[in-house]
């Protein structure tokens, strides 16, 4: 499998340390955050395999940068 998995849509899934390294947040950091509600939880792809869709990362990241 490559770095990230491409859905049938074109969507790409990004890995925890991937969504950890274009926001510079630290995974428990990121964990926590969703627990919060506050962060995208990502997406069950196989039993012991979370993905986040790129554009939902991308999105986050805009919403926090448009919220300064």
Known sequence: M???ATSQ???RYLKI???AERTSLLRATI???IKRG???PG???LSRRRGWL???IED???ARETAR
Request: charged share 25%; proline share 4%.
């Open 54 to 56: 790129e554009t939902a």
């Open 9 to 11: 849509a074109g969507r």
């Open 38 to 40: 506050d962060f995208p």
């Open 17 to 19: 340390s991937e969504v």
């Open 43 to 45: 997406t069950q792809i």
């Open 2 to 4: 490559s770095i990230a």
């Open 31 to 33: 964990y926590r955050l």
């Open 60 to 62: 986050w990241i805009e």
